[in-house]
């Protein structure tokens, strides 16, 4: 060991005994610098780790220290995920902030419980307690003990083929265990991330059990496991890919949410992670990476047991899963309200906080920060919250204690500031009738005896205008009411006179016509989705407007149904119909399947009708609600429009228990 030889996991007992005594050693050297508040450099701390390997930790764990925690990013905004190191590291750039951190307490004293544990002398005084460190760390020696120095992340180049239908595209990121891809699913032509690893890797199982699970989860608030294959070599997990998203760490960047953001934040990762826990699955990674904010200002949660699985992070009881997640909701609250990563270690383009401000509350690290949610922060976060307050320490305590707040309401929008009008003279051109003079009280006003002559035929002037504007006024309303009482009477005595028989002629005259409804052509059928991440069920689409009543349109399916609060995912989604041209349309007929269903029809307003597929909801009329499998909208008068819009906000549960819309048929009549 002193000549820089890594151990290696089968040694002797005596070597054994020695790697032992050395490791204790360092345990305590590490554990006395921290308690005295100096901060052992990185190389000092890399030197203790590696002179001081326990048995069972190989070569290639040293190396996955370096690289075991690359980032992935996606498209516009999609994070990838961080894994926290447990120790304190050197502040770095947000790709090498955790590749660098060393080895903590935590993590020294996790290698010599894997090996054979040091039986503590009855006579041993106790530690001081340690300062609080991220608990969540890059590596688990217990996991990489035997890990295979000849397999290290599968090689691949943008073009190459997984699975005979991933074409991979970018690298988001490659660590010595696995890499992450952005790709395209040739068959289905969407964007997907993949995970690649060797199969034959000690965690490949693993990944692949835990991705598996994950996607047999279904709730769509979390980032959706498409596949997981052990195929030859390789093993890979496909997921969605979310284009337009942000993750927590980059909303973060500019500085802290505003109360209300930070408290639809927190209320509904909690509730997914709530939902996660009673179906039995546990995140155990949940950083500002995972924590996705959608276009439509959704929250989905990335990599839930896949991200621990890959970095090797160990199954933890259901108890102590619950609290990890609990405190790493915490945490993520407490980044959002104060700018900091409540740990000493900066992670996320987040300062740490410093030696004297461990177990602050958030109100006490920055000011103006809102009360209530400071104190579910650190009741969540810690321990031993501030001010003897009752810990929360899993994710249903959680979302029961956000229900008991006050609901955080949306800020106003500010108003623009208009600039004051300009003083106009009031004996100039009228600009109403009888116009009411306000006395200016800065100009004291001039005695009648000096004021001029001209004023006075000014006013005089001014009450003609006024006077003959008002007769003109009232000449023309009179004219238009005449016009049209005339031409009221006219419409009405010719369908007297068509209903009335003619008196001279025997034969009566024919009825007026009435309007005979006429369908109309539809074009195209489309699905309008601004709600959600694309369109939904493209390949069914077409049979909306077939004219077969035993084919439908099924939208994506949902947990909840919709709505306007929480916990339904959101308000509504639609079928775009195109009828080519702008036609004049007297009715629409809608049959649902599957059960009743509730519907709008909108009509597009003309700054919609360029473009309605990017206009949002409420760009649109509606001019008709109805509820039932057989809906018919009829107008009051015919409306010329290309485009109509069945915007649906009442699914049907199917038999799987899932909320899905099903359109049989659309027609239009004009």
């Not at 660098?100 to 009855?122: C, I, M, N, W």
């Amino acid at each position: 060991m002193a000549d820089g030889t890594k151990a290696v996991v089968d040694t002797s007992a005596a070597d054994a005994a020695t790697d032992e005594a050395a490791l204790a050693a360092a345990i305590d050297e590490l554990t006395g610098s921290q308690d005295a508040g100096g901060s052992t450099s990185a190389d000092a701390r890399g030197g203790a780790t590696t002179a001081a390997a326990a048995p069972g930790r190989t070569d290639a764990d040293e190396d996955e220290d370096k690289d075991e925690d690359g980032d992935e990013g996606e498209g516009e905004g999609e994070g990838g995920h961080d894994a926290p190191a447990a120790g304190p590291g050197t502040p770095a750039g947000e790709e090498t902030s955790e590749i660098t951190a060393p080895l903590s307490v935590q993590e020294l004293r996790a290698e010599l419980a894997a090996g054979s544990p040091r039986k503590k002398p009855a006579d041993e005084p106790a530690r001081p307690a340690r300062r609080p460190t991220d608990p969540q760390p890059t590596v688990d020696p217990r996991d990489t003990a035997t890990l295979p120095r000849t397999l290290p992340a599968p090689q691949r180049r943008s073009g190459d083929m997984i699975g005979h239908r991933y074409r991979l595209e970018e690298c988001i990121s490659q660590t010595e265990t696995f890499s992450s891809w952005r790709a395209v699913d040739e068959k289905l032509r969407r964007a997907v991330g993949v995970h690649l690893m060797a199969s034959g890797h000690q965690r490949a199982r693993k990944v692949v059990a835990a991705a598996k699970s994950a996607a047999l989860l279904g709730d769509p608030r979390f980032v959706q496991v498409l596949d997981a294959v052990h195929e030859g070599e390789l093993v890979y997990v496909v997921r969605e890919w979310l284009p337009h998203s942000s993750d927590l760490a980059r909303l973060l960047a500019n500085g802290p949410m505003e109360p209300h953001e930070a408290y639809q934040m927190v209320r509904q990762v909690a509730d997914a992670v709530a939902a996660a826990h009673r179906r039995g699955q546990a995140h155990l990674r949940l950083t500002p990476r995972c924590v996705l904010r959608t276009d439509s200002g959704q929250y989905r949660i990335n990599g839930i047991a896949v991200d621990a699985a890959l970095r090797g992070l160990p199954a933890e009881d259901a108890e102590d899963a619950q609290r990890a997640d609990t405190r790493a909701i915490g945490a993520l609250l407490f980044a959002a309200l104060t700018h900091r990563w409540p740990y000493p270690e900066d992670r996320y383009d987040l300062q740490g906080l410093p030696k004297g401000l461990q177990n602050a509350a958030p109100d006490q690290v920055r000011a103006g920060v809102h009360k209530g949610l400071s104190e579910l922060a650190a009741r969540a976060l810690f321990d031993q919250p501030p001010h003897h307050a009752r810990p929360i320490t899993t994710p249903e305590e959680l979302v029961r204690a956000i229900a008991q707040m006050p609901r955080i309401r949306q800020p106003e929008p500010e108003l623009p500031a208009f600039p004051a009008p300009p003083r106009h003279n009031t004996h100039a051109l009228p600009t109403a009738p009888n116009p009411t003079r306000v006395a200016d009280t800065t100009v004291a006003p001039l005695p009648a005896s000096s004021r001029p002559a001209s004023s006075r035929r000014a006013r005089r002037r001014l009450r003609r205008v006024v006077k003959a504007t008002a007769w003109t006024v009232a000449l023309g309303a009179i004219g238009v009411a005449s016009w049209q009482f005339v031409d009221s009477l006219r419409h009405t005595g010719s369908a007297t006179a068509s209903t009335t028989p003619s008196t001279s002629s025997t034969a009566p005259s024919p009825q007026a016509s009435t309007h005979n409804p006429v369908t109309l052509a539809i074009k195209d059928a489309q699905s309008y989705n601004p709600l959600g991440d694309g369109p939904e069920g493209t390949e069914s689409i077409g049979k909306a407007i077939d004219g077969d009543l035993s084919t439908s349109w099924t939208t994506g399916w949902y947990v909840d149904q919709f709505g306007a609060k929480p916990p339904a995912l959101k308000s509504g989604t639609g079928l775009l119909i195109d009828l080519g041209s702008p036609q004049p349309v007297s009715s629409v007929n809608v049959q649902f399947s599957g059960g009743e269903q509730s519907a709008e029809l909108r009509l597009p307003t003309p700054a919609a009708g360029a473009n309605p597929l990017q206009a949002k909801p409420d760009a649109f009329t509606v001019v008709g609600k109805k509820t039932g499998s057989n809906v018919e909208y009829t107008l009051d008068s015919p409306v010329t429009t290309r485009y109509l819009l069945i915007w649906l906000t009442g699914l049907t549960k199917d038999t799987d228990g899932r909320f899905r819309g099903h359109v049989a048929e659309v027609k239009v009549s004009g």
